[in-house]
């Protein structure tokens, strides 16, 4: 692996453990190039919110003084890690103003990582509570996005995008439970995994929505290159056999060394979920990427839309069943985000008014796709949260057997319906974000890989009715340069499956114009 750009804030990962290990640069040139790095994006984008920088400069030495250093995969390499996680001395709010957990150790995944040779260099923001798909709170504000600031980069995960497209760090520690590793990527022209529920230990974080279990969050890499997100599986699967309240039975432990013939791979393509459509750019980075997979000797499917209204119905039926009494539990005495405030507000409404409340004050201003979510969504007693529990088991059966009547290996499909969105629309926007919310229900390895930007002629064509739909074209104008991507979801425990296509999209994408590489990024990022 060659040097490929004089800034080394360009390289990824596994480039620059390389750089280091061969000796052509020092641990202490790459960690003082990505902290000048942060230093002057930062200001502008705010997705570092507690910086690490004596301690990773005191690393760096460390390893550049010792004259046998051990194999480890990422020695040197700059890492950015998601507020939730347990970093030992650092704070984890969850964007709350009361008192945070501080941790006096270091959480498993991040503990995996750093004894693989990775230096945190600062702790990234999120949403309050994790709970809206756009990276603001009130102790340490909004993250911008760096294609765009008065744009946003989704959450949960978002100021991990951030500072990863903005080469701030070279691999991110993320979480996703409705989208949220995948879906920021997705806005920031960065790549990530979500792997199989309960595949990676999920101790050593702080957790909202506590004793959900049919929805589970999964930790999981993000980077600019996919082949860095197989380097960060292959560490965070280290050590003994998993076992315990956070294991499913008996998963396997390592990612196969070998990587997958993608030309015996069966490839499903679903373009439109039967819900939301997608804007133009989008719909063209799916065929792009499977005219690629096509050329590289992969069978492309088409397959059909899956039930996703009901599949949604159940996600948010089961994921307010408390009606919201955790996260009002969890946010006594802070100050709360007002969007944040407003979902809880929604979340205790009883489920018998929320009919009426649908038809005087939803369906009246053209938000139908909303009104059929708030009125599957709510409180329930433990019978009814046990009936959507089981219609969410057959919906998922119904989709196994989708693909197992077309024998594809993996399906390739939308990650959101638009690029990046204007601040302030998180919630009316949450129907867009469909594409992603379904995959968390099936619970399988999914991820985005960065494909295109859009185009000047193809930002909207829109032309549905609904609320959400009206901003989502909204959404969609002046989206010129955005970056888009598109999500690949596979089968249990095949990650390396879906990494392997994930790489062959990749290389494709690289080689078409409009890709959005780190270099097309100004060294300053200026406002739109």
């Not at 030495?61 to 480890?72: G, H, L």
């Not at 196969?256 to 997608?278: K, W, Y």
């Not at 989708?402 to 926007?429: R, S």
Request: charged share 20%; glycine share 10%; aromatic share 6%.
């Amino acid at each position: 692996m060659q040097r490929t750009s004089p800034q080394l804030w360009h390289h990824g990962a596994a480039q620059l453990a390389h750089l280091i290990a061969t000796r052509e640069v020092s641990t202490s040139e790459v960690i003082d190039a990505h902290i000048q790095r942060i230093e002057a994006v930062n200001p502008h984008i705010n997705a570092i919110v507690e910086t690490r920088f004596d301690e990773a400069r005191e690393v760096a030495k460390k390893f550049d003084n010792e004259s046998s250093p051990p194999d480890q995969p990422l020695r040197g390499v700059p890492l950015s890690i998601k507020e939730c996680f347990h970093v030992a001395g650092a704070k984890a709010t969850l964007g709350m103003t009361t008192p945070p957990e501080i941790p006096t150790t270091d959480g498993t995944s991040v503990a995996r990582l750093r004894e693989a040779g990775g230096i945190v260099l600062g702790i990234t923001n999120v949403p309050q509570l994790m709970v809206i798909h756009e990276t603001r709170n009130p102790v340490y504000g909004t993250t911008s996005n760096p294609w765009d600031l008065a744009r946003g980069v989704g959450g949960s995960s978002g100021g991990e995008a951030a500072i990863l497209a903005a080469g701030g760090t070279a691999l991110g520690l993320g979480s996703d439970l409705g989208g949220s590793i995948r879906l920021p990527c997705h806005f920031c022209g960065v790549s990530g995994l979500k792997p199989t529920s309960r595949r990676l230990i999920r101790s050593g974080a702080r957790p909202n929505l506590r004793g959900l279990s049919w929805l589970e969050y999964q930790p999981g890499p993000m980077a600019r290159n996919v082949a860095d997100l197989r380097l960060a599986m292959e560490v965070l699967l280290r050590g003994e056999s998993p076992r315990g309240w956070d294991y499913a039975e008996d998963p396997p432990v390592r990612l196969p060394s070998r990587a997958m013939d993608v030309t015996q791979l069966r490839v499903g393509l679903m373009e439109d979920d039967g819900f939301f459509p997608v804007c133009p750019a989008v719909r063209r980075a799916l065929r792009e990427g499977a005219e690629g997979l096509r050329a590289q000797g992969a069978t492309i499917i088409p397959l059909g839309p899956p039930p996703t209204l009901d599949m949604l119905k159940s996600y948010f039926g089961i994921a307010s069943a408390d009606g919201g009494r955790d996260f009002r539990r969890m946010l006594k005495g802070s100050k709360l985000d007002s969007e944040v405030a407003r979902l809880v507000r929604l979340a205790a409404l009883p489920r018998w008014l929320r009919p009426l409340i649908a038809a005087l004050a939803l369906k009246p201003f053209g938000k139908h796709k909303m009104a059929q979510l708030f009125q599957a969504s709510g409180p329930r007693s433990a019978d009814s949260l046990w009936q959507v529990t089981w219609q969410a088991s057959q919906q998922v059966h119904q989709v196994f057997q989708q693909w197992d009547e077309a024998k594809v290996d993996v399906v390739l499909c939308p990650t959101h319906a638009t690029p990046a969105p204007l601040e302030g629309c998180a919630v009316d926007l949450l129907p867009a974000a469909s594409h992603s919310l379904i995959t968390n229900l099936l619970g399988v390895p999914c991820g985005n890989v960065a494909a295109t930007t859009v185009r000047q002629d193809e930002e909207s064509d829109r032309t549905g009715n609904d609320a959400s739909e009206k901003l989502a074209a909204q959404v969609e104008r002046g989206s010129h340069g955005l970056p888009v991507g598109v999500q690949v979801a596979g089968r249990f425990w095949q990650e390396d499956v879906v990494l392997d296509v994930m790489e062959a999209l990749e290389s494709h994408y690289r080689t078409l114009p409009g890709y959005p590489d780190i270099q097309q990024l100004p060294t300053t990022i200026p406002k739109r």
